[in-house]
C-alpha cells in the first residue's frame, strides 16, 4: 500500500487503533481499541470510511507528520490545534494534503485523546482479527508500539473517490463538550453485593483522577469505599470488562479499561460502553460522579447512538451536507431531548 | 476428582450482570477441578450452538463472562439456554482433556531461585524438580497476559512465596512459583515469582497461526530438558 506519512514527532503517545480485537480474551488477549468510540467512528465516517477503519488515537498532544502522497485526513475528538504548513484547520473536519505538505497536532487544549483518520483507513498488518495496538503484548498497530519519529504508515486502498469526502464538517452541535467534570453512567454489579453504605456513597460522591491513569485503567481518589464485613478483601479472579469498576483494599476505585483481562477485586459497578469515551477524554485532576442507571436505559442509550450513527453515514452516502441533516435531526421524531444531551455531554 | 467437594457446585447457574454487555455465569463459590472442568464442557456445548449476538466466551476458575451485542440478545431467552446447557453439562465433560507438554531447562541462569525454593522447602533441588515435573497440571484459564495460564495442582511441597521486591524484567517462557500457584511467563514482563526454570517455547506468538500453545482446560506436564536440548529446541522453534 502506498505510503501516506511520515511521522516526524511523535507526541505524548500515539498508536493505531480500530474499534477493538474481539474473541481472544479467553486467551489472555484485551479488546483494546479507540477508547473514545465515539469519536473514531466519526471520523471514519467524515471520511467515508468503514467505521471499523484503522484510526491514530492521540493522547494529550498530537504528532507532527510530513505527508508523502496525496490523502484526505480529519481529526476528531480532543481539542488539538491543527495546522496544514502554516494555516490553521478545523478539527472535527476533513481536509485534503498534498506531497510535501507538513501537519502539526498541537497539545489537547479540551479533552485528552483526538483521532486522526485517513482515506482508506490506516494499514497495519491485522494480528488475530484487528489493527488494534495492545502494547503490553507488542501485538497489533504499528509493529505492537506507540510510534517513534520516523516511522511511516500507509493508507489501505480506497474504492469511492475520495473528493467526495474532502471539507466536511460535523456540526458543533454533534459535536461533544469536554468539561473538567464528568457524570459516568454505571449499572451496579457483578459484585454490588459486597457493599452497603459503601454502594451510596459510590454513586453519590465525588471522586477525583489521579495521574495513574491510562489504556488499562484509572485510579480515583475520593471518599474510601468499604466493602461490608462480613466480605472478603480480594474475590477469586474472573475476567474483567472495560468500565468494570474494581475496589481494592484500599478502598480507592479504578475503573479498568481496554487493555486488561482479569481482575481479583470485587467491582461495584461497571460504566456503560457509551460512556466510556468520557473517560476517554478525561484528564488527571478532573472530577467524576457516577449515576445509577438499569440494563434497560444502558440497552435504549445504545439503541439512540446507533440510530445516530448510522443517519450520519447515510447522509454520507447522499449529497445532503451535515447542516441539511442538523435541522432533520431536531424534526426528527425519533431523537428525543435525552439522546441530545446525550450528545453534548459525551 | 474429589467427592466431598462436589456440594460446592451450584445447584443452578448464578447470573450477575456485567454492564448491559457482560454476564457472568457462576458455577461455585470455591475453585475446584470438577468446577472447572464443568466449566470449559459448558463453554464447549455453548460454542456448538452459539447465540447470536455473543462476542466472548470467557471461561475463568468457578465461572464464565459472556460477552454480547446487547441489541441483538435476548437476555430472558438467552438464560433460559443457559440453565438448559449448565442441567446438560454432566454428559460435556472431557475426562480425557488435551496434554501439553512444556520443555524446561531448570536451575542455572534460566531458574535463578530454585535453590532459594529448594532450600525453604527442606528439599535437594533433584527433589524440587522431579515434584515439579511429575505432576499433572489443570490449566484453570488464561489471563492477565496474553497466553498466561492460571496452574491448578502445584505440590504443597513446593509452596514458596513470592519474591519480597519483583524483577523489572522476566524473560518469556520463565517457569516460576508462587505461593501455591506455578506458572509461566509468555511475554516479558515484570513479576515476583520465584524462577526455577525455563521453556525454549513461545507460548505465545501473535504472529503464528495459533498463537497460543496452551488454552483453558488443557492439562500441561513440565519436561525437564538439558542446556543443550533447550537451545535446540529453541531453535528449532524460530
Known sequence: MPAAFKISRPGAYSTVQDLGRFGYQRYGVPPSGALDRFAAQTVNVLLGNHENCAVLEMTMSGPVLEILAPCTLAVTGAAMPITLNATIVKNWSSFPVVKGDVVTIGHAEAGCRAYLGINGGIDVPVIMGSRSCYTDGRLGGHEGRPLVAGDILASCEQQIDRDTFENRVIPVAYRPTYSSHWELRAIPGPQDDYFDQGLELFFSQQFTITPQANRMGYRLKGPTIERKKTMPASIISEPSLPGGVQIPEGGDPIILLSEQTVGGYAKIATVIRDDIAKIAQAMPGDTIRFRKVSIEEARDIERKNKELLSLLKDEYSGEQSFAVLGKQYYKSEIFNEKIMNFLRQI | ?238
Open chain 2, 1 to 238: 476428582m474429589d467427592k466431598e467437594k462436589q456440594h460446592t457446585i451450584f445447584s443452578q447457574p448464578v447470573f450477575r450482570h456485567v454492564g448491559e454487555r457482560g454476564l457472568l455465569v457462576e458455577f461455585s463459590a470455591e475453585i475446584d477441578l470438577e468446577t472447572n472442568q464443568k466449566i470449559h464442557a459448558f463453554c464447549r456445548l455453548l460454542e456448538d450452538d452459539l447465540p447470536e449476538g455473543i462476542v466472548e466466551i470467557i471461561p475463568s476458575y468457578r465461572s464464565l463472562v459472556l460477552v454480547y451485542e446487547p441489541l441483538v440478545v435476548d437476555m430472558p431467552k438467552l438464560q433460559e439456554k443457559l440453565v438448559i446447557l449448565y442441567g446438560d453439562v454432566e454428559s460435556a465433560i472431557d475426562l480425557n482433556a488435551e496434554i501439553v507438554e512444556i520443555p524446561v531447562c531448570y536451575g542455572g541462569e534460566f531458574g535463578e531461585d530454585l535453590e532459594y525454593v529448594a532450600t525453604h522447602n527442606g528439599l535437594s533441588v533433584d527433589q524440587v524438580i522431579s515434584i515439579h515435573s511429575g505432576t499433572l497440571y489443570p490449566v484453570y484459564m488464561i489471563g492477565f497476559t496474553p497466553g498466561f495460564p492460571y496452574l491448578g495442582g502445584l505440590s504443597e511441597k513446593l509452596h514458596t512465596p513470592r519474591l519480597a521486591t519483583p524483577r523489572t524484567l522476566v524473560p518469556a517462557g520463565s517457569v516460576g512459583i508462587a505461593n501455591n500457584q506455578t506458572g509461566i511467563y509468555p511475554i516479558d514482563s515484570p513479576g515476583g515469582w520465584q524462577l526455577i526454570g525455563r521453556c525454549p517455547y513461545k507460548l505465545f506468538d501473535p504472529l503464528r497461526s495459533n498463537p497460543f500453545l496452551v488454552k483453558a482446560g488443557d492439562q500441561l506436564r513440565f519436561i525437564p530438558v538439558s542446556r543443550q536440548d533447550f537451545f535446540a529446541l529453541q531453535t528449532e522453534t524460530t
